[in-house]
């Protein structure tokens, strides 16, 4: 692998059969190589081959690089190239990240030198592509036609309006990707947004709630330790409460407490008047 992707040293052929770990190539053992680039060999970096200018712009902006190529890092399960001369990681949902090899000094000249390579930056993607956010791993349902347009909606961040320490300018820029997706990929986080904004709906929970309910119906064990769960949580929870919280949690459980009072009431006479009505 380090050899497909022209991480070893020239001047000595290398046949992975027959190598040995102490061989050495211009001085270095074939072991340290080997566990320099580690992460290479697992599939969590990949060796991109980029011209002299790029390389040198890599490096500036804290990239590794070796012979001629920058070492870029993603997950096993996305793949890194060279895509109309500039570096991406795509994933299998559609998804690109874009590595933009400009020099970080704070975050706001960040920003401001992307805005003065718009022209290149937009020439990236397709007619049928767009621009997207990842911000601290999360991801919007929002999605671009130009880098323009995504930068003036970024620079809305109170988090980047705000900010003046410089360690959470460095954690922000850290933390923050430009993607590029293409029609099927932006659909799918749209998606998997729309998804998870239901999943957290007092709707969809109540009626989850109701599933488990049924299933721990017949595991009285298994219901017993849940209720014996749920009721330390709540425990914890009352314990964290102080101040306003308190008295808003405490207003709200005697409006709850009266509201089930009155079901009790309501029930009991239904029941007393049953009798009645079947007669």
């Known amino acids: 692998m380090l050899k497909k992707q022209g991480l070893l040293p020239t001047g000595k052929k290398v046949d992975a059969r027959s190598a040995l770990p102490n061989w050495k190539i211009k001085g270095k053992k074939l072991s340290t190589i080997v566990k320099k680039y580690d992460d290479v060999v697992s599939g969590k970096a990949t060796a991109v081959k980029v011209t002299a200018s790029q390389l040198k712009q890599f490096r500036k902006t804290g990239f590794e690089t070796a012979n001629k190529r920058v070492l870029v890092p993603h997950s096993k399960s996305e793949i890194a190239k060279l895509k109309q001369g500039q570096v991406t990681i795509t994933n299998k949902s559609g998804v690109e990240r874009v590595q933009l090899p400009i020099e970080y000094h704070n975050l706001r000249q960040y920003l401001t030198d992307i805005r003065k390579n718009a022209p290149v930056i937009n020439k990236l993607k397709k007619k ?23 930068l003036d909606d970024l620079e809305r961040y109170e988090d980047i309006r705000k900010v003046t320490s ?10 923050l990707e430009i993607l590029r997706m293409n029609e099927p990929g932006a659909s799918g986080v749209s998606e998997r947004i729309r ?4 999943r957290m709906s007092k709707e969809y929970n109540r009626r ?19 209720r014996a769960s749920a009721a330390q949580r709540q425990a914890d929870y009352r314990k964290r409460l102080k101040g306003p919280q308190k008295a ?23 029941g007393h008047n049953e009798p009645h009505r079947r007669a």
């Open 248 to 270: 808003h949690y405490l207003k709200q459980a005697r409006i709850r407490a009266a509201r089930n009072k009155k079901k009790k009431k309501t029930r009991r006479r239904k």
């Open 128 to 150: 049928n592509e767009y621009f997207g956010i990842r911000f601290f791993g999360g991801q919007r349902a929002m999605f671009y036609s130009n880098i323009q347009q995504l």
């Open 166 to 175: 410089k360690l959470k300018q460095q954690e922000i820029y850290h933390n």
């Open 208 to 226: 989850h709630a109701k599933r488990q309910r049924k299933l721990m119906k017949n595991r009285p064990r298994s219901l017993a330790k849940a």
């Open 195 to 198: 998804t998870r904004k239901k």
